[in-house]
C-alpha cells in the first residue's frame, strides 16, 4: 500500500462496531446492517495494512501515546458477538482472539511503559490498554464465557480505580499539549465501559453500583465533552477517532441504565435521545472527516 493508514483509524472501528449494536437495539436494523458492513471494510483494510506495511505500523507504534490506542483494534474484535449473525462457536473465536491480542499487547506494553514512561508519557490512552479488556466482559454471557468475563470485569475495575487517581495526578501536574487534547476524551470511555459489562453480567439487583457507575459514566463524559469543546481548536485529527467509542458507550450504558432502574421521566428519557443523537452524530462526522483526510493525503 502506497499510502499511510494512521493507526488510529482503530478508534473509529471501534466506535463503529459499537455504534451498529446501539442503532441495531433501539433505532433501526437497516441503519445498522449498514454500519455492520462498514465496520466489516474497515476491519479487513486494517487487518491488510497490519500484515502488508509492518514496518510502517511497527513505527507508528513507537510513541507511547499511539501504542495506547491500538488496542481498541481488539477491542472491537471482542464485541463483534453483539452483531455478527454468526453461530456461536464462530463468536467465541473472534472474542478468544481479540481478548488474546489485547492481553499480549498489553504485557508488551507494559515492558516497554516501565523502561521508557515517564508522568508526561502517562496518557487516557492507558484506559484503553488497562480497562479495555473489559469489553470481554460485555459478550462473555453470548459466548458462554461468564465466569471468564466477571473475573475480567473485576480486575479491569480495580484497574480503573488505580489508573485514574494515577492519571487525575498527571493531568493536574502536566496538562495536555494542544495536539494530544483529543486523547482527553478517552477519559470518558472506561467507566461507561465498565457499566455495559456490569450490565450484561448482572442482569438483575444491585442497583447501588449501578447508579454509582452510571453517575462516573455521565460525570466524566460531560466534564470531558465540555472541556474539548472550550480547548480544541481544530475541526479534525486523526486522533479525532478517540470521540467515538466513548460517545457511543455512555449512550448506549445510558439507555440500559435507564431501563434497569425503571427511570421512565421525560428529563431522562430526553437526555437518552439526545446522547444516541450526538453520538451517531459524532461517529457519522469522524467517519466523513476520515474519508476526506485520506483522499487529500492521496494527493
Not at 448482572?202 to 452510571?214: A, K, Y
Not at 470531558?224 to 457511543?248: D, E, G, M, N, R
Not at 439507555?255 to 421521566?265: A, E, N, V, W, Y
Amino acid at each position: 500500500m502506497k499510502n499511510r493508514l494512521p493507526l488510529a483509524l482503530t478508534g473509529l472501528l471501534l466506535g463503529l462496531t459499537a455504534l451498529a449494536n446501539l442503532i441495531l437495539k433501539f433505532v433501526n436494523q437497516l441503519a445498522a446492517q449498514g454500519l455492520l458492513f462498514l465496520s466489516l471494510g474497515l476491519w479487513l483494510l486494517l487487518t491488510a495494512y497490519l500484515c502488508l506495511e509492518k514496518q510502517d505500523c511497527q513505527k507508528q507504534l513507537t510513541s507511547l501515546l499511539a501504542a495506547s490506542t491500538f488496542p481498541t483494534y481488539f477491542m472491537a474484535m471482542m464485541l463483534a458477538p453483539l452483531i455478527l449473525p454468526l453461530a456461536k462457536p464462530y463468536l467465541l473465536s473472534i472474542w478468544a482472539v481479540g481478548l488474546f491480542g489485547h492481553l499480549v499487547f498489553l504485557a508488551i506494553f507494559s515492558i516497554r511503559a516501565k523502561r521508557q514512561a515517564t508522568w508526561e508519557q502517562v496518557y487516557p490512552g492507558w484506559f484503553v490498554i488497562y480497562v479495555g479488556p473489559a469489553a470481554a466482559s460485555i459478550t462473555a454471557r453470548a459466548v458462554g464465557q461468564l465466569l471468564l468475563g466477571q473475573m475480567i470485569f473485576y480486575l479491569t475495575f480495580l484497574a480503573y480505580l488505580v489508573l485514574m487517581i494515577a492519571l487525575l495526578y498527571r493531568l493536574s501536574q502536566w496538562p495536555l499539549g494542544e495536539q494530544e487534547l483529543p486523547n482527553m476524551a478517552i477519559m470518558a470511555a472506561p467507566s461507561s465501559l465498565l457499566l455495559l459489562a456490569f450490565l450484561q453480567l448482572h442482569p438483575f439487583g444491585q442497583p447501588v453500583f449501578l447508579t454509582l457507575l452510571l453517575l462516573l459514566s455521565q460525570g466524566f463524559y460531560w466534564g470531558t465533552f465540555l472541556y474539548l469543546v472550550c480547548h480544541i481548536k481544530t475541526w479534525f485529527a486523526p486522533s479525532f477517532s478517540a470521540f467515538t467509542f466513548p460517545s457511543v458507550s455512555t449512550a448506549t450504558a445510558l439507555k440500559l441504565s435507564l431501563t434497569r432502574l425503571r427511570l421512565s421521566q421525560n428529563w431522562f428519557i430526553g437526555l437518552s435521545t439526545f446522547e444516541i443523537s450526538l453520538a451517531t452524530v459524532i461517529v457519522v462526522y469522524v467517519t466523513l472527516a476520515y474519508c476526506l483526510y485520506l483522499l487529500r493525503s492521496r494527493n
